[in-house]
């Protein structure tokens, strides 16, 4: 799965990247996976699965999607 | 001792070429500590009412605040204010940099500046003394040339120069001002007056340190220490280092508010090719900084290929370029994109005002209402990159249809007629930046209400304060504010929200604070400022003291816009925000206008304005000691 870290998020990755490839043994949902990555919830502003805005709060991913998560633009 | 002052105002006038050193009052600093509320107390006081803004008469006014120079990262900011040529009302425009802090090391809080010199000067300011120098030599001449000639002509490499390029010259209404090459008082057509003045530089050089006007400095030095450690551990701060302002482009893509095509649209195709990763792919050479700032949000760019060759002289294009001559003109080449930006610099032109008034030429052109033969045979549709550039280039010198671009988009609409007012997209004849109010509804009540025209730096984005457990709210509690809102939201609420806003990025720009500093946009926090303004005046503050200083200056800006004879009618928004937007994410999304002239009304009372008229009523002026300006504006 390709993960894009839109705006602050990519300060919660040790390595500060902005995109990640993972491999999910399983679907899992998207607050698993930010659990995992130690990415808070509440910084999350948008979740975008392969270009579409997510319907749901808590989606469930799949080998393969494209995530694009996005913090809060503050402007400026 | 007024402890974080110097004290001291210099007082310029260019028609007799007097140049006299007038100490500050000490309580007139403690109501207007210096930057927009010194620069609009000076305006009020010292400009005669409706004088023509790029007459004479107009006085000019580079003000620095409280806070400036202070060593702490964002405490570099001063003013330049002045009847705005391009509102016709109170004009106004910060910038960070090295000069503010450089002027109040040579001993100076302020200059005010009268009259107009038969020739072109510039000022020279160092430790205490200044001198006005014959810039006839200069006048022409592009910025880097300028500042290497007056460096050598006064001989002294760490001299920091304010000035005006072409654009300035030629009286360009949005013309810029830029200091060191890459820092731009952009806004409100400030370089126009300096050009009206004659007046091509302001060169200054000093020795002094603010330390020693502060009351404690052994605490500030602790407290700047402190802070230059805390951005990196700030999500905020740490991301307006890592990507500065181009890094929020991305996201207002995906959010459906990215201005595309004149704000027709809030989505662009060619996002994935301007956006930050490919910023910094393709152009991104280093960060750098202003005065004693860590958070180094400063782009330097540079194109060694091809056909857009940029340098690295005039610094890299801040968001407001890249989304202003990118998405809103339908471009997607970042090259190209990041040369517009450099010529904007090189000219000092505002690259907003220009990148919209040109985004406003491409609807003309579109819809038949400029002809080939009016543009000079540029085939001005959305998305041609040389007729942008070349556009930029007619605007500067005033060549054909530039000569009538350079007034503005909102003058140059009742030139073009028909249809082309409502392809305006600006408020008070300021064009809009790019952010879409219809995304984010506080902005455009910034946009709607601010004294300087459309403006984005009026108070909080909506955007950052929906979520109550994250970083940025958290930081806005401090403040007041105690319930997380939808951005979409125009509720009693969300005015309340936008007014702390306000006064809260008031009191930024007058102690010389960056907007990107103090919470919820930065890392800061409010118990940090607080003693920030301890440790340099030895008074023991609170909030409310703060947002007080805030809604003061704000309300004596007002106060000369209605002397000026503004109206509650000019607080508004373009017809294109109560339309709804072709495409994105909130596609078919659009203002409801009754629910935006319910939360003004809303938000004149709150603020103790009329109702009806807008004006500042006398009760809320006496309270905040602006009782003696009442009788000037009919204040009931």
């Known amino acids: 799965m390709e993960l894009h870290l839109g705006g602050h998020l990519n300060y919660y990755d040790a390595q500060h990247r902005n995109r990640l490839e993972l491999h999910l043994q399983e679907p899992l949902s998207l607050n698993a996976l930010l659990l995992q990555l130690n990415i808070p919830r509440c910084e999350v502003m948008l979740v975008v699965v392969n270009g579409e805005l997510a319907s749901q709060a808590n989606p469930l991913l799949v080998n393969g999607d494209r995530l694009d998560l996005y913090s809060s633009v503050g402007g400026g | ?159 920091r120069v304010l000035q005006i390029g072409l654009g300035g010259e030629n009286r360009i209404r949005y013309a810029a001002v830029t200091s060191d090459l890459r820092h731009f008082n952009g806004r409100n057509g400030m370089g126009a007056v300096f050009g009206s003045k004659n007046l091509k530089a302001i060169a200054v050089r000093g020795h002094g340190r603010y330390l020693d006007l502060a009351y404690d400095p052994r605490g500030l030095i602790e407290l700047g220490r402190l802070l230059a450690r805390q951005i990196k551990e700030h999500p905020l701060g740490w991301d307006l280092y890592d990507k500065g302002t181009p890094g929020i482009l991305g996201g207002l893509n995906a959010s459906g508010i990215l201005p595309t095509r004149n704000f027709h649209a809030g989505v662009f195709e060619g996002v994935d090719d301007i956006k930050w990763e490919a910023y910094q792919s393709k152009i991104l050479t280093a960060r750098r900084s202003c005065y004693a700032c860590a958070v180094r949000c400063k782009r330097a760019v540079e194109v060694t290929e091809g056909p857009y060759r940029v340098s690295e002289t005039y610094g890299g294009p801040e968001y407001e370029a890249v989304a202003g001559f990118g998405s809103n003109c339908g471009i997607s080449n970042l090259e190209a994109i990041a040369l517009a930006n450099e010529l904007c610099n090189r000219f000092t032109l505002d690259t907003i005002s220009t990148s919209a008034t040109i985004a406003f030429a491409m609807e003309c052109f579109e819809h038949g ?76 009540i910034g946009f709607a209400v601010s004294e300087i025209g459309a403006d984005h730096l009026v108070s909080f984005h909506d955007t950052l304060l929906q979520n109550p457990d994250s970083v940025s709210f958290k930081g806005a509690t401090a403040l007041g504010i105690s319930k997380a809102l939808p951005a979409r939201e125009l509720s009693p609420e969300k005015v309340r929200t936008f007014w702390i806003g306000e006064n809260w990025s008031s009191f930024e720009k007058t102690v010389g604070l960056c907007y990107f500093g103090p919470a919820p946009r930065s890392f800061i926090q409010v118990n940090e400022v607080l003693q920030a303004m301890r440790l340099a005046t030895g008074r023991e503050l609170n909030v409310q003291d703060l947002l007080t200083i805030g809604e003061r200056a704000t309300n004596l800006a007002r106060v000369l816009n209605v002397r000026e004879g503004f109206t509650s009618a000019k607080d508004r928004l373009p017809e294109r925000m109560f339309a709804p937007l072709e495409a994105g994410a909130l596609k078919g999304v659009a203002i409801s206008r009754s629910d935006f002239q319910e939360a003004l009304q809303q938000l004149y009372l709150l603020k103790g304005w009329d109702p009806q008229t807008g004006i500042p009523t006398r009760q809320r002026l006496e309270a905040l000691a602006l009782g003696w300006c009442t009788d000037w504006i009919g204040a009931t």
């Open chain 2, 1 to 159: 001792m007024k402890y974080g002052s110097t004290e001291k105002l210099l007082r310029v006038n260019l028609t007799t070429g007097a140049v006299k050193i007038e100490t500050l009052d000490d309580e007139l600093y403690r109501l207007y500590p210096g930057g927009k509320a010194l620069a609009a107390y000076l305006l009020i006081k010292q400009l005669p009412a409706h004088a023509d803004p790029l007459g004479q008469d107009n006085r000019l006014v580079i003000a620095n605040g409280l806070l400036t120079g202070a060593p702490f990262s964002t405490a570099s900011r001063f003013t330049i204010a002045a009847l705005s040529p391009l509102t016709g009302g109170y004009g106004e425009s910060e910038a960070g940099g090295f000069w503010g802090p450089e002027l109040k090391n040579a001993g100076f809080e302020a200059i005010l500046v009268e009259g107009q010199s038969p020739h072109p000067v510039y000022l020279w300011v160092a430790d205490g003394q200044a001198e006005l120098r014959d810039a006839r030599h200069l006048w022409g001449r592009e910025p880097a040339a300028v500042q290497a000639a007056i460096r050598e002509e006064l001989r002294d490499d760490l001299i």
């Open chain 2, 369 to 444: 209402l400029l002809t080939p033969g009016q543009t000079g045979g540029l085939d001005l549709c959305f998305g041609n990159v040389d007729a942008m550039l070349r556009l930029i280039e007619k605007i500067a010198t005033r060549e054909g249809l530039g000569d009538l671009l350079a007034e503005g988009s909102a003058r140059a609409a009742r030139v073009i007629g028909g249809e082309a007012p409502f392809f305006t997209i600006e408020v008070k004849g300021q064009e809009l930046s790019m952010h879409d109010p219809r995304g984010k509804v506080a902005v455009g």
